[in-house]
């Protein structure tokens, strides 16, 4: 068994003050009845050693014999379910006397500076200053217990019995009024006082926005940076603003304590109970803020660093910024050439490539960074060229004449199947040789993917070109009799996305400059013909069905010529008269 502790002080007749390791708590009563302030009721046979006692707070009753042994009588005073109208009444009654008799002497003691709560009663009526006054309650205390044994005795206790304890509720609450000391303002500074502590503002969190800056730099990742970098400085501008705004508030709130602490102590005589305070100012806000801008700033940057630029092919290899007006759609989805007018603003961003030098190309082959480099490579495309960089059959890639150059081989077929490419360190613009053997002669082609303005014959890859049976003259190979070559057309350029057609038509126009002008030159006319028109859900009837017209019935170039011509005639009408329902 454990170690107790128990000790009882008699504070005045009937009154004591119990202390063990459970607690304090006051008892009201003598010999064969005792009312404990926790709720207990306990009456004895005196000389007997038999006593009964109950709890008015749900605990089971029980006894004890002469040999101090426990047993449970098996009922609960409290349990209201299986009480008579009769024991709700008396269980009324004996908490109205015990409520009313706890009030009256915290009131009394509020008046006289002395801060303290229902539950630290019974530490009050220790202090040695108020026990001439406690004296003076013997009676009123000693009738209150009489009916309080009374109703635990029989269950019921007497109409007169109540007017009497009731009668000395009454005197008790008479003497504590008239008893009043100067202080009386002392709960109204305590009730301001919670007030303000209730009032301390809650300490902001920052999760949203740093889920926010995360997703910021997700989106310079993987879509555009500045729509990345939008979303993190608004997220870092929100946690700014919770965070100043919880410093203000708490600058506010502490100053609100402060004076009501000031007003709290110039009332306060002994304090009891622990007056109202807030748990801890130590929120570390401020720090949790810099530790967010931190996390911020180097996420920021380490996207930047890692995903220098992001862009958007307009199948040149240039980020480019289209604005499409896409009123005529197929039922394909595609957006048709002659309903799309594009405005194209290049942009030629110069990326920094020295993070490859010393790099092999298989470990590069597959980098975004080091793919935004060539021109018009379709995904098939790259497949075959990194196939044919997976094998270094050289050094790693090294700093040449101005440009970054290594070559490769495809595994297990170095002798026929390789490429080669030369990335200019000024514009960031490469070109790639590819070698392989397609037809079954077993003959050699090199295939070149080259930026227009780039010729494969200024680059250090000419002699590589030439070294595997093809001469470059002006960026072109020109087909030897032992390996004939051949070449990408790069696109031209058009009003829809040349790396996105689909068709016949399409494929047509991308590889046919005269058509492409054509393209743009109708895609101008027929923003004008929509501007004009006065019945624009007849223009985009007409609209659609001449595009579809051209993809399904256009499967060559004179096809794509004629229709060309007709729709640059009546789009030209439209726009001079506005009516559709003629052409």
């Given amino acids: 068994m454990g170690w107790g502790f128990r000790k009882s002080i008699k504070i005045a007749p009937g009154i004591r003050i119990n202390l063990s390791k459970s607690g304090i708590s006051t008892s009201l009563g003598g010999k064969g009845f005792t009312y404990n302030t926790r709720g207990r009721i306990t009456t004895s046979i005196p000389g007997t050693g038999i006593r009964y006692t109950t709890s008015l707070k749900g605990g089971k009753s029980g006894r004890r014999d002469s040999h101090g042994t426990s047993a449970s009588t098996g009922t609960e005073y409290m349990n209201t379910e299986n009480l008579s109208k009769r024991e709700q009444a008396t269980q009324d009654f004996v908490y109205k006397v015990q409520s009313r008799t706890t009030n009256a002497l915290r ?12 539950d630290d ?3 009050a009526v220790k202090l040695e200053a108020f026990q001439p006054f406690l004296n003076t309650l013997t009676h009123e205390l000693a009738l209150t217990t009489k009916a309080i044994k009374l109703a635990v005795d029989i269950g019921t206790v007497s109409l007169a019995e109540k007017e009497k304890a009731m009668l000395a509720v009454y005197e008790m609450e008479h003497k504590c009024a008239a008893a009043q000391g100067p202080r009386g303002e002392l709960q109204t ?23 926010a800056v995360l997703l910021g730099c997700f989106l310079m990742a993987v879509l555009s940076v500045p729509v990345g970098l939008g979303l993190t400085g608004f997220a870092l501008a929100y946690g700014g603003y919770k965070t100043f705004s919880f410093m203000r508030k708490k600058a506010v709130s502490s100053q609100a304590i402060k004076e009501a602490n000031e007003w709290f102590q110039s009332k306060l005589t002994v304090e009891v109970t622990p007056r109202p305070a807030i748990r801890s100012s130590n929120d570390y806000v401020a720090l949790k803020a810099a530790a967010s801008a931190t996390v911020t700033a180097a996420a920021v940057i380490y996207t930047i660093i890692v995903y220098p630029h992001h862009p958007a092919s307009n199948g040149n290899g240039e980020q480019a910024t289209l604005q499409s007006d896409t009123t005529a759609v197929g039922s394909n989805g595609v957006v048709p050439a002659a309903a799309t007018a594009t405005t194209l603003n290049t942009v030629h961003p110069v990326p920094d490539f020295s993070w490859l030098v010393g790099k092999y190309p298989s470990d590069v082959v597959n980098d975004k960074r080091f793919r935004s480099a060539f021109n018009g490579v379709s995904r098939a495309d790259w497949k075959k060229i990194s196939e044919r960089l997976a094998v270094t059959n050289s050094s790693a890639i090294q700093p040449q004449d101005g440009y970054l150059v ?43 993917y080259q930026w227009p303005d780039l010729p494969v014959g200024v680059t250090p890859l000419s002699s590589w070109a030439q070294e595997n049976g093809s001469n470059v003259v002006g960026g072109e190979s020109a087909a030897t009799d032992t390996a004939p070559s051949t070449q990408a057309d790069s696109f031209q350029q058009t009003s829809f996305d040349c790396s996105k057609a689909h068709s016949d038509a399409e494929h047509i126009i991308c590889s046919d400059a005269e058509l492409a002008r054509d393209d743009v030159q109708l895609a101008a006319i ?15 009837a ?29 789009l030209t009408e439209i726009a001079a008269t506005g009516r559709v329902a003629e052409q």
Avoid at 107 to 118: K, T
Avoid at 440 to 446: K, Q, T, V
Avoid at 526 to 540: G, L, M, Q, S
Avoid at 552 to 565: A, F, G, P, S
Wanted: aromatic share 10%; charged share 20%.
């Fill in 107 to 118: 009131q009394y003691f509020i008046s006289h500076g002395v801060y303290v709560e229902d």
């Fill in 121 to 123: 009663i019974s530490e």
């Fill in 189 to 211: 500074a305590a009730s301001a006082l919670m007030a303000r502590v209730r009032a301390w503002p809650s300490a902001p969190g920052f999760t949203g926005p740093l889920f």
């Fill in 406 to 448: 290594a070559q490769g081989c495809k595994e297990h077929e170095c002798s026929t199947e390789q490429a080669a490419f030369a990335i200019n360190e000024t514009t960031g613009k490469g070109v790639v040789l590819v070698k392989q053997t397609s037809n079954p002669s077993g003959n050699a082609s090199i295939k070149t």
């Fill in 526 to 540: 027929y923003a004008k013909a929509k501007a004009a028109v006065d019945d624009p859900a007849a223009f985009k």
């Fill in 542 to 570: 007409r609209t659609r069905a001449q595009w579809n017209y051209r993809e399904q019935q256009c499967h060559d170039r004179e096809c794509l010529v004629r229709w060309y011509t007709d729709q640059k005639v009546a």
